[in-house]
């Protein structure tokens, strides 16, 4: 079986330096914030020229914790996508917001930015970009709104770990960037792990807190906060991994282009725009012919994904409140994408009998 993402095999290649430093955490016994967890904070803040990170439990909880931390409330409306992972409007649900979906652009899939303007309201309080299978969203004309509207800025980067616009990495333009580690992010650990990155002292201040029950000194509590913290076995795995990650956005880059050059002309395959480099998360096209491919390609055992089959806005959770609006372009855009593997160690046999088997449908 070629699966979407080969874990096994990037294991295997880092073996005996995360096996080592695994046991050397559990031997060190400082399992919660401890040493790799600050380490792996200052690090990660480095590599993506943020001021700080903060660690935390998942990128949801990224999400969350950025928009507590950001004074997002009940009442207040946040303008996002809908082709997205659930989490994205989730979090905005979590503060007692209502997420505004507003359509996305037809060839980076990235919420359109000319559409959102007409979508803000007295209640709009921030935008959450995201920057959808590893391709930066148009970070500079985002800001520009944000600016003359007076909007918060929260990039959800759960896809796009080390993704830049020119030197800028996402997660670094705003209030705060929400990264994800699950296993199968660019930059995966072995569980769940996220962390916000911020450029803010104030919004920092409150991360620190709010991911610990409201806490910056033991048993003294100033706000309500959470039990998220970035664990720290996981801390050890990230940091690493952190070492290789431009070797692994190199080698997804790598699996993207071979496979641009030479799939079937009636494929659209993942536009580049000049605006930022994008890291593949997911290698997506656009296709009519979704289920013959998926058919000829499960025939020979290789794997393939719909991402996403349901714009957030017809999900049972949302439909009855979004009956009123479309978004035409994310509609279409889920009738007709579908994702390929793609991972940094794939040989390039497995591209080519990957290309072969999509090619042998047309
Ligand atoms: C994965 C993902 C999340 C959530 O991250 P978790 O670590 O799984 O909680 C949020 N947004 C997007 C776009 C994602 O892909």
Do not use: W
């Not at 911020?198 to 709010?210: F, G, P, R, V, Y």
Request: aromatic share 10%; glycine share 6%.
């Amino acid at each position: 079986m070629i699966p979407m993402v080969d874990l096994k095999t990037q294991y295997a290649s880092l073996k005996e330096e995360i096996d080592t430093e695994v046991l050397n955490a559990v031997a060190n016994a400082q399992y919660i914030l401890g040493p790799n967890v600050q380490y792996f904070e200052k690090e990660a803040a480095d590599y993506l020229g943020a001021k700080y990170a903060v660690g935390c439990a998942s990128g949801t909880d990224a999400l969350h914790l950025a928009l507590v931390a950001a004074g997002i409330k009940a009442g207040d409306e946040v303008i996002t996508s809908a082709f997205t992972f659930i989490a994205t409007a989730e979090a905005i649900c979590y503060v007692g917001a209502k997420p505004v979906f507003v359509d996305i652009d037809p060839k980076t899939f990235n919420i359109d930015p000319t559409l959102i303007e007409a979508a803000i309201t007295p209640k709009t309080k921030a935008i959450i970009p995201v920057h959808i299978f590893g391709q930066p969203t148009n970070m500079p004309a985002i800001m520009k709104i944000a600016n003359k509207h007076k909007l918060k800025v929260i990039e959800d980067c759960a896809q796009s770990f080390g993704a830049k616009i020119n030197k800028t990495t996402t997660g670094s333009f705003a209030e705060a960037g929400c990264h994800s580690f699950f296993p199968s992010k660019n930059l995966g650990c072995y569980g769940d792990g996220g962390l916000v990155t911020t450029n803010s002292d104030e919004i920092h201040t409150q991360l620190i807190a709010l991911r610990n029950h409201g806490s910056f000194e033991r048993y003294h509590h100033h706000v309500i906060g959470f039990n998220s913290r970035l664990d720290e076995l996981q801390a050890t795995i990230l940091r690493i991994k952190l070492k290789h990650i431009d070797t692994f956005n190199a080698g997804r880059y790598r699996v993207a282009q071979n496979y641009s050059t030479k799939l079937h002309e009636s494929i659209q395959t993942p536009f580049e725009d000049n605006i930022g480099n994008h890291v593949y998360h997911q290698y997506t096209v656009l296709t009519d012919n979704r289920d013959a491919i998926q058919a000829a390609l499960s025939a020979k055992e290789i794997a393939s994904a719909v991402y996403y089959p349901i714009p957030l806005h017809k999900q049972d959770v949302f439909k009855e409140d979004y009956r009123d609006i479309q978004l035409p372009v994310t509609e279409s855009v889920c009738a007709q994408c579908l994702s390929f593997p793609v991972y940094p160690e794939m040989p390039e046999n497995t591209q080519q009998k990957i290309i072969d088997t999509i090619n042998s449908v047309f």
